[in-house]
């Protein structure tokens, strides 16, 4: 089991390999930023992989990705390995995966790949190994100018939770994001009927204890976490709120619904959220 949802907190830069399947879209260069940040830390090895499709735009925006990795790769002293084949993509992602430690993928956020499925939510179906997915607001290609800085991290009381903080706590431990702001965000659901202003007992006590829960947090990855409570009708919609009021660089979820018919047409909070942020979404599935 990844470092992601193990009981052990000393270990966040326990990876020794990395594989990023790219299959050629603008938005995979989130996922490659996110890739190389990990490895910088944890000294792993990322292994590009991609499947040829004899589209000349994929492979034209396939080899400039893979140009910038090797380029950025090279300042930030990872090390980079190469594949190409012309396998089914799915089949063959899980088949290398099997030798790393985590998978890291673009996400697109088209419904119409949603709802008929892509490689990605095919891979995490399937995977073996833990799954990350990495999706962008951009359908051109764009390069970051600024290192990621500031974090929003929603805890939501599930389990999946624990690999959101532990993946964000392995970013910031990387030499390129520096000066970081860390968020953990809890939202309180109020329902339609009720006045946003009420605010009962049970609500005061909840968020006391989520202010316990991020002082945990904070003590145990060493890292300053500010918790930040608000409340709202709906969950999705408060943290894509919160993250444009404060200017969110990313957006970290563990996820425990993986992509299937039913989520795709009737939505979770983490699928609205990598729907309408406005800033890079990473989403956390267990195998």
């Known amino acids: ?24 879209f603008p938005a995979e260069i989130e996922a490659l930023e996110v890739a190389l940040y990990l490895a910088e830390c944890s000294r792993a090895v990322v292994k590009l992989f991609h499947t040829e499709e004899h589209d000349e735009r994929k ?14 790769a090279g300042r930030m002293r990872v090390r980079v390995e190469e594949e190409v084949c ?12 099997e030798d790393h430690d985590l998978i890291i993928m673009g996400g697109k956020r088209r419904f119409r790949e949603e709802i008929f499925g892509s490689v990605s939510s095919n891979v995490i179906r399937r995977a073996q190994r833990p799954v990350v997915i990495v999706t962008a607001p951009v359908d051109e290609w764009k390069i970051r100018e600024e290192p990621i800085r500031r974090l929003l991290i929603p805890l939501r009381n599930v389990v999946e939770d624990r690999a959101a903080v532990k993946l964000a706590a392995t970013l910031t431990s990387s030499a390129t994001v520096r000066d970081f702001e860390m968020a953990a965000l809890h939202v309180l659901t109020l329902p339609q009927t009720t006045p946003i202003s009420a605010y009962s007992e049970n609500m005061k006590e909840d968020e ?7 002082g945990e947090l904070t003590r145990l990855i060493a890292r300053p976490i500010t918790p930040n409570v ?19 660089d990313i957006i970290i979820l563990g996820e425990r619904e993986k992509p299937g018919p039913f989520t795709r047409l009737l939505g979770t909070e983490a699928l609205y959220v990598r729907r309408n942020a406005p800033c890079s979404v990473v989403l956390i599935y267990r195998p």
């Open 208 to 214: 006391r204890q989520f202010f316990k829960e991020v």
């Open 86 to 97: 012309e396998d089914n993509p799915v089949d063959a992602i899980l088949t290398r995966a």
């Open 230 to 248: 608000i409340v709202g009708r709906n969950v999705g919609r408060s943290i894509v709120s919160f993250a444009e009021e404060h200017r969110s």
């Open 59 to 72: 492979e034209q925006i396939f080899e400039s990705l893979r140009d910038l990795a090797v380029e950025k």
């Open 1 to 24: 089991m990844s470092y992601l949802f193990t009981d052990e907190w000393g270990t966040y830069y326990d990876m020794d390999r990395i594989i990023l399947p790219l299959e050629g």
